[in-house]
């Protein structure tokens, strides 16, 4: 019972935010309330997420995931690079099985700064919320009660299932449980990477890669066959963010020295 409770904490704090600020947004501009909208979702998870730990005894920020460094900017982008990287892969085996082809519908081409500015309200939006709430909060939680691996399925497969409600492309209920499928394996990346880091921040660039991902301009026969080998593409990232090697970053400790070794200053 505590475990779905835990569960269902971040879900009602995400959908009440996403409601308290569409309704405060709705007798504004349609253009003030895209610019508007995505930072007050972020400062209300923050700010709710804040008084419901302080309510039940934990510490506001401790356990989240929320590491201050100057390396934060740069896990973000690598973790959409990475993401990205499989969705691609994912298309381009597509493309290789015959099920789409490359190119997409033409479309008048945007100005690269509104590209950043629209992907950034998307972090604000969806991507940072849903992560700290997620691999953040819940992550913490759930450590309580579970080793690793089974926080980071707990997790993934939770907010995943979320996603079979999700506007999407998919139809038909076979495409829409794919789709569903793929973003318990986005989700399975981006612990995968808290797991490793200790931090949210290159799980926000995971999370940001399904929105870029919109961008690989591919058009596809069926996008029931995309989605499944994007899909494997994903679980197999993951597999290999848990389970690859580890790049030192420290140089190994000097080996001890004999008490009765010579002193290199005095010679033998």
Do not use: K
Request: proline share 7%; with cysteine; glycine share 10%.
């Amino acid at each position: 019972m505590r475990i779905l409770v835990a569960i269902l904490v971040p879900i009602a704090i995400l959908l009440a935010v996403q409601f308290g600020v569409s309704a405060a947004m709705s007798p504004l501009p349609e253009a003030a309330a895209n610019f508007g909208g995505p930072p007050l979702v972020t400062l209300g998870v923050l700010a709710l997420l804040y008084a419901y730990r302080r309510l039940t005894g934990r510490h506001p920020w401790a356990g989240l995931g929320l590491t201050r460094t100057w390396w934060a900017l740069p896990q973000v982008l690598l973790g959409a690079l990475a993401g990205l990287a499989a969705l691609f892969a994912g298309c381009a085996v597509t493309v290789w099985a015959g099920a789409a082809a490359w190119g997409s519908a033409a479309t008048s081409p945007e100005p690269p700064a509104m590209y950043v500015l629209a992907f950034t309200l998307v972090v604000f939006q969806a991507c940072f919320p849903e992560e700290l709430l997620f691999r953040g909060h819940l992550w913490d939680v759930l450590s309580d009660r579970f080793g690793p691996h089974g926080v980071l399925v707990v997790t993934s497969v939770s907010f995943g299932l979320l996603h079979l409600l999700s506007q999407s492309p998919a139809t038909g209920a076979g495409e829409r449980t794919l789709f569903m499928v793929q973003a318990v394996a986005l989700f399975l990346l981006c612990g995968a990477t808290r797991q490793r880091t200790g931090a949210i921040w290159t799980a926000v660039g995971v999370h940001l890669s399904i929105y870029l991902g919109t961008l690989i301009p591919i058009t596809a026969a069926d996008y029931g066959v995309q989605l499944a080998f994007q899909t494997i593409m994903l679980a197999l990232a993951a597999a290999l963010v848990l389970f690859g090697p580890t790049l030192r970053t420290h140089r190994p400790a000097p080996r001890a020295v004999r008490a009765d070794a010579p002193s290199p200053s005095t010679g033998a």
